[in-house]
C-alpha cells in the first residue's frame, strides 16, 4: 500500500485557467476528503465522497470549485476560471466508512496563481 | 461553532527536553481527536488518534491525552530531538456536523541540536 497519492504536486497557473488536481485514496478506503490550507493555517474541509457519493461540500467550495469521484476509487478538484485567492496547498485525505476513521493525507498538491 | 485553538504557535527547545503541545477546542461533542506533523510544504501525518472514549493514546515517545469534558487535549513529546521539528496539528471531528475534521492552526517546534 502506498499511501494516498496526489498529482500534480506543483501546479503554477495564470489567474482565468482552469485547474484539476487528482487524488488516488488508499485503496480500502471508502472515504475521501479535500482539503485546503494556506500559510500559517490549519486545513480547511472542502467536501467528502463516501464510494462515489459526495455527501457534503462546504461553504468554502464556491460554483468554480467541482469535485469527483466517478468510481468510487480516484478523485478529482477542478478550479475553473482560477484566481489569485486560490493559490493554496490542496490536500487530499482517505479513511475507512467510520466516524471513528483515522485520516490519512496525501502529500497535497501547491497552486499558485499567477 | 466549533473553533479550535493550539497554544503555544511556536516552541523554541533545546534537545533532550521533553515538551507538551497544548489543543482546546470549545464543543465537547466529539468522536475522536487526531494529531498530525506537518513538514514544511509537506502533507500531514497522522501521529495518534484518540476515541472520545479514551483518556490517551501512546506511540513511541508521543503521549496524547484527551480530557473531553474541560475540551482539552495535550500532546507530549519526550527526550525531544531536531528531527521532531515540524508543525504540530490537532483536530477534531464532531458528533452532529457532518464528518469533516477541524484543525487548530498549529504548533511550530524548533528543536535544537
Known amino acids: 500500500d502506498t499511501g494516498v497519492s496526489q498529482d500534480p504536486r506543483h501546479k503554477i497557473t495564470k489567474r482565468g485557467q482552469n485547474v484539476t488536481f487528482r487524488c488516488d485514496p488508499i485503496?480500502?478506503?471508502?472515504?475521501l476528503y479535500w482539503y485546503r490550507q494556506t500559510l500559517g493555517q490549519g486545513p480547511e474541509f472542502l467536501t467528502y465522497?463516501?464510494?462515489?457519493?459526495?455527501?457534503?461540500k462546504s461553504r468554502l467550495l464556491s460554483d468554480r470549485f467541482s469535485a469527483e469521484r466517478p468510481k468510487g476509487s480516484f478523485s478529482t478538484l477542478e478550479i475553473q476560471r482560477t484566481e489569485q485567492g486560490d493559490s493554496a496547498m490542496y490536500l487530499c485525505a482517505s479513511s475507512y466508512i467510520s466516524e471513528a476513521g483515522e485520516l490519512f493525507f496525501g502529500e497535497g498538491s501547491r497552486l499558485t496563481v499567477l | 461553532k466549533q473553533e479550535v485553538t493550539q497554544i503555544p504557535a511556536a516552541l523554541s527547545v533545546p534537545e533532550g527536553e521533553n515538551l507538551v503541545l497544548n489543543c482546546s477546542f470549545t464543543?465537547?461533542?466529539?468522536?475522536?481527536l487526531q494529531w498530525f506533523r506537518q513538514d514544511p510544504g509537506k502533507g500531514l501525518t497522522s501521529l495518534l488518534l484518540i476515541q472520545s472514549s479514551q483518556r490517551e493514546q501512546t506511540s513511541g515517545r508521543l503521549n496524547a491525552s484527551l480530557d473531553k469534558s474541560s475540551g482539552r487535549s495535550t500532546l507530549y513529546i519526550a527526550a525531544s530531538q531536531p528531527g521532531d521539528s515540524a508543525t504540530y496539528l490537532c483536530a477534531v471531528r464532531q458528533l452532529q456536523a457532518g464528518t469533516a475534521l477541524i484543525f487548530g492552526k498549529g504548533t511550530t517546534l524548533s528543536v535544537s541540536s
Open positions: 464543543d465537547s461533542a466529539i468522536y475522536n
Open positions: 465522497f463516501q464510494n462515489e457519493a459526495q455527501l457534503e
Open positions: 485503496s480500502e478506503h471508502n472515504r
